[in-house]
């Protein structure tokens, strides 16, 4: 469903920082934000997007979106080549970033009415699947209302509401639960749960390793623009002896394959790794 | 295209601030603007007209005639000064506006045919120079009554008399109707007016188009609908200029009905304005109206390109001031003494629409300028919005850091 290889992503660096750098990823006046990227999702599956921040996570996303064009690499998704055809694979794939996209001077309803619209879905589908994504996500109360005098967590359900009201087989979510309280949360993990049931490939990176935990049957960890590791969540905890947190940070290279470490330890340095970059 | 497009006008409609500038500042903010100041212009010269004038004369003796004049002269007062010497001092202390000097023997020279000057202080680095138009009038009547006299007192006849004084008379037979006359002048302010009042619109919208999208997020999802950039540009530049269209409309109206209230009061100027307005009918509203569209589109294209390139809204604002000053510059040439549109002036962007509107309002537009006018102005607003669709297309653009 989706098809990731070797993608990578420069971005010219300005004149004042032609000079040399520390950063491995700053070479020939350009910022390689993506090197080496490589991963499959099948249908019906999640894959979790691992790495510290700065790592080239939101970038990978962000091609995948078709926000921004791959330097070099291959995305195929729902087997259209996304380079190729943008237009194509945009109709196929729901994309939400950190921010809601969400415009705030249109009612909720009216919000997901326009992304519906915009991405072609028949007019006689439309109002069924809107009441639908406001019945299934708990917004009916507020469909009304401007998505400005919302909170957050509101803001968040109309948002999901928007990213898949023309039934996208492709689901790619830039830390969806950031900013949102436990429940707010929980309605997105939910929601995830949902597509993946109906088929939808899903790919989402996160720093919250319960989220992995709840979700995915398979990670993929990226630092420095390169993907370090492509493979089972159970085989990450197998090698960090039971603990995923370790086997996570194994694959960063922050701790060494040591007999198992005690537990706090072991979140405190991911604590520290997602403070990287 | 058109959901985009709708999308956008809908959020249009419920801003505030472009809701102002679209609407309130055309129909009652600016009309209230040029309305206050003229009658503010008004008051002053008013005021001015009726200032009394403190003046010293020094060798008043010299010329007892010209002295009983400007005493018989209303709103002028003699004081008192001490010497020619304080004569500086005393107008920076605005003790007086004026003193005469007049030399020895001066109206003994004039009757005998000599001719005399008078010297006359003051500080003429004035706007409007009351001094000067008063002592103009007194000494001018003063001339040509002694030149009167001593003609009389030469034996001369009526004929050579007149003949003397004003050997060749100029007679204007003017071609001009009184619509071509008040045209040149309403002709040249309403493009300022049209242009700039759908600058200031059009630039709120474009601004939260563009840079407001970027800061509040939305600008990525709109990217990543399945429509060709082209078509996302489209949408968002006809929004911009519709809102610049309807802000001059608005202008346009609305000062029609402030003015023709106004001139109510005053016969000659109201049936002045009812001429020219008399003298537009659909045909010209609509030359008129088919010339705000390309400028217009001008400035949306602008606008959007700049807005787009721009990082945030106060980015944004900063480079519409800067176009703002730079489009100004054409539609003033416009106003410079005797310019008017032909075959050269045609061919430039901006100018060319301020003074084509001219020609309409006047009535004397030529076929073959309006099409030259029409062209190269669609022309410069396809290239802009070409540009600014490959600016959409540009990641360097769209997600500057």
């Given at each position: 469903?989706?098809?990731?290889?070797?993608?990578q992503?420069r971005?010219?660096?300005?004149?004042?920082?032609?000079?040399?750098?520390d950063?491995p990823?700053?070479?020939?006046?350009?910022?390689?934000?993506?090197r080496?990227?490589?991963?499959q999702?099948?249908?019906?599956?999640?894959?979790?997007?691992l790495?510290p921040?700065g790592?080239?996570?939101?970038t990978?996303?962000r091609?995948?979106?078709?926000?921004i064009a791959?330097s070099?690499?291959?995305?195929?998704?729902?087997?259209?080549?996304?380079?190729?055809?943008p237009l194509?694979?945009?109709?196929?794939?729901?994309?939400?970033?950190g921010?809601?996209?969400?415009?705030g001077?249109?009612t909720?309803?009216?919000?997901?009415?326009y992304?519906?619209?915009?991405y072609?879905v028949?007019?006689a589908?439309?109002?069924?699947?809107?009441?639908?994504?406001?019945?299934?996500?708990?917004?009916l109360?507020?469909?009304?209302?401007?998505?400005?005098?919302l909170?957050?967590?509101m803001?968040?359900?109309?948002?999901?509401?928007?990213?898949v009201?023309?039934?996208p087989?492709?689901?790619?979510?830039?830390?969806p639960?950031?900013?949102?309280d436990?429940?707010?949360?929980?309605?997105?993990?939910?929601?995830?749960?949902?597509?993946?049931?109906?088929?939808?490939a899903?790919?989402?990176?996160?720093?919250?390793?319960?989220?992995v935990?709840?979700l995915?049957?398979?990670?993929?960890?990226?630092?420095?623009?390169i993907?370090?590791?492509?493979?089972?969540?159970?085989a990450?905890?197998e090698?960090?002896?039971?603990?995923?947190?370790r086997?996570?940070l194994?694959?960063?290279?922050?701790?060494k394959p040591?007999p198992?470490a005690?537990?706090?330890?072991?979140?405190a340095?991911?604590a520290?790794?997602g403070?990287?970059g | 295209m058109w959901t985009?497009?709708?999308?956008?006008l809908?959020e249009?409609?419920?801003?505030?601030?472009?809701?102002?500038?679209?609407?309130?500042?055309p129909?009652?903010?600016m009309?209230?603007?040029?309305?206050g100041?003229?009658?503010?212009?008004?008051y002053?010269?008013e005021?001015?007209a009726k200032?009394?004038?403190?003046?010293?004369?020094?060798?008043?003796?010299?010329?007892?005639?010209?002295?009983?004049?400007?005493e018989?002269?209303?709103?002028?007062?003699?004081?008192g000064?001490?010497?020619?010497d304080e004569?500086?001092?005393?107008i920076k202390d605005?003790?007086?506006?004026?003193?005469?000097?007049v030399?020895?023997?001066?109206e003994?020279?004039?009757?005998?045919?000599?001719?005399?000057?008078?010297?006359?202080?003051y500080?003429?680095?004035?706007?409007?120079?009351?001094?000067?138009?008063?002592?103009?009038?007194?000494?001018?009547q003063?001339?040509?009554d002694?030149?009167?006299?001593?003609?009389?007192?030469q034996?001369?006849?009526?004929?050579?008399?007149?003949?003397?004084?004003?050997?060749?008379?100029?007679?204007?037979?003017?071609?001009a109707?009184?619509?071509?006359?008040?045209?040149?002048?309403v002709?040249?302010?309403?493009?300022?007016l049209?242009l700039m009042?759908?600058?200031?619109?059009?630039?709120?919208?474009?601004?939260?188009?563009?840079?407001?999208?970027?800061?509040r997020?939305t600008?990525?999802?709109?990217?990543l609908l399945p429509?060709?950039?082209s078509?996302?540009?489209?949408?968002?530049?006809l929004?911009?200029a519709?809102?610049?269209?309807?802000a001059?409309?608005?202008?346009?109206?609305?000062?029609?009905i402030?003015?023709?209230?106004?001139?109510?009061?005053?016969a000659?100027?109201?049936?002045a304005l009812?001429?020219?307005?008399?003298?537009?009918?659909?045909?010209?509203?609509a030359?008129?109206a088919?010339?705000?569209?390309?400028?217009?589109?001008?400035?949306?294209?602008l606008?959007?390109?700049?807005s787009?390139?721009?990082?945030?809204?106060?980015?944004?604002?900063?480079?519409?001031?800067?176009?703002m000053?730079?489009?100004?510059?054409?539609?003033?040439?416009a106003l410079?003494p005797?310019?008017?549109?032909?075959?050269g002036?045609?061919?430039?962007?901006i100018?060319?629409?301020?003074?084509a509107v001219k020609?309409?309002?006047?009535g004397?537009?030529?076929?073959?300028?309006?099409a030259?006018?029409l062209?190269s102005?669609?022309?410069?607003?396809?290239?802009?919005?070409?540009a600014?669709?490959?600016?959409?297309?540009?990641?360097?653009?769209?997600?500057?850091?």
């Amino acid at each position: 469903m989706i098809e990731v290889s070797q993608l990578q992503k420069r971005f010219r660096l300005p004149r004042r920082k032609h000079k040399p750098s520390d950063d491995p990823r700053e070479f020939d006046g350009y910022f390689h934000a993506v090197r080496d990227v490589s991963f499959q999702v099948a249908a019906g599956e999640v894959l979790g997007l691992l790495g510290p921040n700065g790592a080239g996570k939101t970038t990978t996303l962000r091609m995948l979106s078709t926000a921004i064009a791959p330097s070099q690499g291959r995305i195929q998704v729902d087997g259209v080549d996304l380079v190729a055809d943008p237009l194509a694979a945009r109709g196929r794939i729901g994309f939400l970033s950190g921010a809601t996209g969400l415009y705030g001077r249109l009612t909720v309803a009216e919000n997901i009415r326009y992304f519906g619209q915009a991405y072609g879905v028949p007019e006689a589908e439309l109002a069924p699947r809107i009441a639908g994504l406001l019945e299934r996500l708990d917004m009916l109360s507020y469909a009304d209302r401007r998505v400005d005098a919302l909170s957050a967590g509101m803001k968040q359900r109309a948002a999901i509401a928007r990213t898949v009201i023309h039934a996208p087989r492709v689901l790619v979510l830039d830390e969806p639960t950031t900013g949102l309280d436990i429940l707010g949360a929980e309605v997105v993990l939910d929601f995830m749960r949902d597509c993946l049931q109906q088929g939808v490939a899903l790919v989402f990176s996160t720093h919250q390793l319960h989220e992995v935990e709840a979700l995915c049957q398979r990670v993929c960890i990226i630092n420095q623009g390169i993907s370090r590791y492509q493979g089972s969540v159970a085989a990450l905890r197998e090698a960090g002896q039971g603990d995923l947190a370790r086997g996570y940070l194994q694959q960063l290279e922050i701790v060494k394959p040591t007999p198992a470490a005690v537990d706090g330890e072991a979140a405190a340095v991911v604590a520290l790794a997602g403070q990287e970059g | 295209m058109w959901t985009v497009l709708r999308k956008e006008l809908t959020e249009l409609l419920r801003d505030r601030r472009t809701l102002i500038f679209m609407l309130l500042m055309p129909a009652l903010v600016m009309p209230l603007l040029i309305g206050g100041f003229a009658l503010l212009a008004n008051y002053k010269a008013e005021q001015e007209a009726k200032r009394v004038l403190r003046y010293a004369v020094f060798g008043s003796e010299q010329a007892p005639e010209l002295l009983r004049r400007i005493e018989a002269t209303p709103r002028l007062e003699r004081v008192g000064l001490g010497s020619p010497d304080e004569i500086r001092q005393a107008i920076k202390d605005e003790r007086i506006s004026f003193a005469l000097v007049v030399p020895a023997g001066f109206e003994q020279q004039l009757q005998q045919g000599r001719a005399m000057a008078l010297e006359l202080h003051y500080n003429n680095a004035v706007s409007v120079d009351t001094v000067a138009q008063r002592m103009r009038t007194l000494s001018t009547q003063y001339g040509e009554d002694l030149r009167q006299r001593f003609m009389s007192g030469q034996g001369l006849g009526e004929e050579t008399r007149r003949f003397l004084a004003q050997p060749v008379r100029l007679e204007v037979r003017s071609t001009a109707n009184e619509r071509e006359r008040i045209g040149e002048l309403v002709g040249a302010f309403l493009p300022y007016l049209l242009l700039m009042i759908g600058l200031s619109a059009s630039m709120a919208a474009a601004i939260d188009m563009g840079a407001g999208e970027k800061e509040r997020g939305t600008l990525e999802s709109l990217l990543l609908l399945p429509l060709p950039r082209s078509h996302l540009v489209l949408a968002k530049f006809l929004a911009i200029a519709l809102v610049g269209i309807v802000a001059a409309g608005v202008a346009v109206t609305s000062m029609g009905i402030w003015g023709m209230s106004l001139l109510k009061g005053n016969a000659a100027a109201g049936a002045a304005l009812s001429q020219v307005i008399g003298g537009i009918g659909w045909r010209e509203f609509a030359l008129v109206a088919l010339l705000i569209l390309p400028a217009n589109a001008i400035i949306a294209a602008l606008l959007l390109t700049i807005s787009l390139y721009a990082r945030s809204y106060k980015e944004a604002g900063s480079y519409g001031s800067q176009l703002m000053i730079l489009l100004i510059m054409p539609i003033l040439l416009a106003l410079l003494p005797n310019m008017r549109l032909d075959s050269g002036w045609a061919w430039v962007p901006i100018t060319n629409i301020a003074l084509a509107v001219k020609e309409i309002v006047k009535g004397t537009l030529q076929w073959s300028d309006m099409a030259i006018v029409l062209g190269s102005t669609g022309a410069v607003a396809g290239l802009l919005l070409t540009a600014c669709t490959y600016f959409c297309r540009r990641e360097e653009v769209l997600f500057r850091a």
